[in-house]
């Protein structure tokens, strides 16, 4: 590759963008001593033919400043400390403005009665993907220089190795991996970008394309590269992939337990809240009401759900309804007393990771506020619905049992939040707050609009501290575990694939109208566009189906 074109900036870049190296994380408090059983946090875990450790500890190699005021540039780190026997399968970087806090897998081979071929080979060569000299042959110090490893006939390359001189690498500095015993992966997190040149330079994070409970496929931890806009599958790299279908590394009962004791968030609700959680129990136990389609009459539900239809799909045969007597409006504002989480637990990335998804019940979600720009309108019934069911999720790395991020749900979407960037109550528990009337998650207080941010058009996500909360590492119940096979009993009431609300159809749309209609004329046709965009749950009322109908019950989540 001719370096003559490659990025000019970094010269003079240092003394006029103040730069900082990214500081090691570490959780509030040191992790205990999980009970013992099984492969959980024993520091290793078994793919098959392979075993692999998670490395955190690293070794700067090579820091980058860009000019762009919206970018703190990266820096990349070869493993350090890696066990005997054990080889590095690539390099790690991340964004500067965040703390130190990756990993990578380093592996071994494990021994395997027959005549394949070895698991693990070295590189026959290194391709020079992309490098910042300046094209003057000053190679010191600033210059960072990327290489793909070129695999044997029948392997592939995990992992970029990135140099600080224009040396190739020694092809002992890391292994490629047997082609059967990896996955395809895809790109995720843009980590530095360079326009310099003839062509535009990308580094990204990785992750499996396939993800979810059953999934094999699981990330190195390596990073992935481009030279063109590229968005999508990566074809120089691939991710490992889980042979071993006994998923030993993951948590047994006890374990599980000690997990949710020791991370699980308190749940704080809005204020001003007057739609609040309760026990699924305690909704049926005062008189949710079971319908059926053709039939005028309902019938109760027992308190343990066990005469809700069970199994099927959503065909709209069966729905959920409040009481319809005066226990509705009781039942509506829901009972903090009761209010208690359900876990589901599940392995994530191959079972590399442990996913607790905590679900909060909530019999009856409120009406939207709309706000553009500074005015708010609170509407009268344009987003309520019939109960609600929202979740966050814990990702736990059983290497070592410790929290690595928190998935926050809001509405049809959300995002996984890092470690590094929670806000916690004590000890190693994080806060997740509920958004007033719709119940949406957030990692921190604040207004967070449904629409346009950048406008300032969309619907209002209040979410703030207040004196209703739940504490989900003591109020929890755990309702599934499949990979445990009959060690969990799933209650009934999670069986009912249908509605937990009746389908309800109005005008809403014309209430949205009146509002553009009271606003300058130059404003209502950005309105209007942010509008068509919202959700359709806005535009009528209709019950939620249960977490076990949602594709992220064995799907990953939606980010």
């Known amino acids: 590759m001719d370096c003559s074109d490659c990025l000019r900036w970094w010269y003079g870049a240092a003394s006029q963008k103040e730069f900082h190296e990214p500081k090691p994380f570490s959780l509030p408090c040191a992790l ?15 793919l098959g033919e392979l075993e692999v450790v998670q490395i955190a500890k690293f070794q700067k190699i090579w820091s980058c400043v860009q000019l762009d005021e919206n970018s703190n540039g990266a820096t990349f780190y070869r493993p350090i400390e890696i066990p005997d026997g054990f080889f590095s399968l690539g390099h790690y970087g991340q964004t500067n403005d965040k703390p130190l806090h990756g990993f990578v897998l380093v592996a071994r081979e494990i021994e395997v009665s027959g005549t394949r071929a070895r698991a693990l080979e070295k590189p026959i060569d290194y391709e020079l993907v992309w490098c910042s000299d300046d094209g003057n042959g000053n190679f010191d110090v600033s210059c960072g220089y990327f290489w793909l490893p070129l695999p044997p006939e029948g392997y592939k390359a995990v992992g970029y190795v990135v140099t600080k001189s224009p040396d190739k690498p020694s092809l002992e500095e890391i292994r490629c991996v047997r082609s059967d015993l990896t996955d395809t992966c895809e790109t995720k997190d843009l980590i530095f970008k360079s326009e310099a040149g003839l062509f535009e330079f990308q580094v990204w994070k990785s992750r499996p394309c396939c993800r979810g409970m059953w999934a094999k496929g699981l ?12 968005s999508g599958e990566v074809v120089d790299v691939s991710c490992l992939k889980n042979l071993d279908s006994s998923l030993y590394a993951m948590p047994n009962l006890e374990q599980i337990n000690a997990l949710i004791n020791h991370y699980g968030p308190t749940v704080f609700f809005h204020p001003n809240e007057v739609y609040l959680p309760s026990s699924v129990s305690w909704f049926f136990k005062n008189g949710a009401t079971l319908y059926r389609n053709g039939k005028t009459l309902g019938e109760p539900i027992d308190i343990e759900g066990s ?66 720009g500074l005015l708010n309108f609170a509407l009268n019934k344009i987003g309520q619905h019939v109960s609600d069911w929202e979740h966050f999720t814990l990702r736990i790395s059983n290497f070592t049992g410790e929290l690595w991020g928190l998935y926050f749900s809001q509405h049809s979407g959300g995002e996984w939040v890092s470690v590094c960037d929670l806000e916690f109550i004590k000890d190693n528990k994080a806060i997740v707050y509920s958004s007033k009337s719709g119940h949406a998650s957030f990692p921190h207080p604040g207004n967070y609009l449904q629409g346009s941010e950048k406008l300032g058009i969309g619907v209002r996500n209040d979410a703030a501290r207040s004196n209703f909360s739940v504490d989900s590492s003591v109020k929890y119940q755990i309702v599934a575990a499949e990979y445990l096979a009959d060690v969990v009993t799933e209650p009934s009431w999670l069986q009912f694939m249908r509605e937990w609300g009746p389908t309800i159809t109005y005008n809403s749309r014309s209430d949205l109208d009146k509002i553009i209609s009271f606003l300058p004329i130059n404003l209502r046709f950005s309105v209007e566009t942010i509008f068509d965009k919202l959700p359709m749950e806005l535009y009528g009322e209709e019950g939620p189906t249960g977490p076990k109908e949602k594709n992220n019950w064995e799907g990953d989540e939606r980010w």
């Open 307 to 372: 005469n809700l239809p069970s199994g099927g799909v959503n065909d709209g045969e069966y729905w959920i309804d409040l009481p319809d007597d005066d226990r509705n409006s009781y039942v509506k504002h829901g009972d903090m007393d009761s209010a208690e989480l359900y876990v589901h637990v599940k392995p994530a990335l191959g079972g590399t990771f442990t996913d607790i998804a905590m679900w909060v019940f909530c019999p009856f979600n409120g009406p939207a506020t709309i706000k553009i």
């Open 219 to 230: 990330p190195v931890g390596t990073f992935c590269c481009s030279s063109y806009n590229f």
């Open 32 to 46: 205990p001593q999980w009970p013992k059983g099984g492969g959980f946090a024993e520091g290793s875990i078994c």
